[in-house]
């Protein structure tokens, strides 16, 4: 059974940094782009950012580019998100996702599987 | 990267089909065949519905079709039933390399 499990969210004063993880179990890791697609209290969804299978190609949104690091460690089976000078629009739940088919992130845009979600509160 | 644009809602009787839009440009949903569809219910993460503007992930009801033209996508649900009550959107890689969802649709099943 494939399984994705968020932590790390939690609340964080402006300008400050938090790091999410995601463990995952049930299928071939690094065969897998990944993915964190956040979404805002009562919003749609956003794409965040990815990362390839073997982690050597990294994509983000522009809104947070510069900000925030995508990571993988392909042998403890984790997806990570390092969120640096977070401001209060990056309040959201934030959810790994994994992709449908590929290594890469074109080939793997779309996510069969999510996690359950962890909440982010960026506030004074 | 502008968000897809969606009808904020839809509604439609049970057993009746209703047909929701996704309108990007040439950059997104008009030059790539990489548009996918989510269906969210409330308190829980999206399910994949349809991926590569057509195609069914195993398990989700033929039911649920999609189709495209031009720089917009459509996703049509037939034999509305109340489960089908839910947010829905679109998303659709994009020339940057980024991915780019749509603004999201609810559906009301009356």
């Known amino acids: 059974e494939v399984q994705l499990l968020e932590s790390g969210g939690g609340l964080v004063q402006p300008g400050g940094s938090l790091r999410l993880s995601c463990a995952v179990s049930?299928?071939?890791?690094?065969?897998?782009?990944m993915s964190w697609v956040r979404q805002a209290p009562g919003k749609g969804l956003e794409w965040v950012s990815a990362?390839?299978?073997?982690?050597?190609?990294?994509y983000y949104a522009d809104s947070v580019k510069g900000r925030f690091t995508i990571s993988r460690d392909n042998s403890k089976n984790t997806l990570s998100l390092q969120m640096n000078s977070l401001r209060a629009e990056d309040t959201a739940v934030y959810y790994c996702?994994?992709?449908?088919?590929?290594?890469?992130?074109?080939?793997?845009?779309?996510?069969?599987?999510w996690g359950q979600g962890t909440l982010v509160t960026v506030s004074s | 990267q502008s968000a897809l644009t969606q009808p904020a809602s839809v509604s439609g009787s049970p057993g009746q089909s209703i047909t929701i839009s996704c309108t990007g440009t040439?950059?997104?949903?008009?030059?790539?065949?990489?548009v996918s569809w989510y269906q969210q219910h409330p308190g829980k993460a999206p399910k994949l519905m349809i991926y590569?503007?057509?195609n069914r992930p195993s398990g989700v009801s033929n039911r649920f079709s999609g189709s495209k033209s031009g720089n917009t996508a459509s996703l049509t649900i037939s034999g509305l039933q109340a489960e089908d009550e839910a947010d829905y959107y679109c998303?659709?890689?994009?020339?940057?390399?980024?991915?780019?969802f749509g603004g999201g649709t609810k559906l009301t099943v009356l």
């Open positions: 996702a994994k992709s449908l088919t590929g290594t890469t992130f074109r080939s793997g845009y779309c996510f069969d599987y």
């Open positions: 049930g299928f071939t890791f690094s065969s897998y782009a």
């Open positions: 990362i390839s299978g073997g982690g050597g190609s990294t």
């Open positions: 040439s950059s997104d949903v008009g030059g790539y065949n990489y």
């Open positions: 590569d503007v057509t």
């Open positions: 998303s659709s890689y994009t020339s940057s390399g980024t991915l780019v």
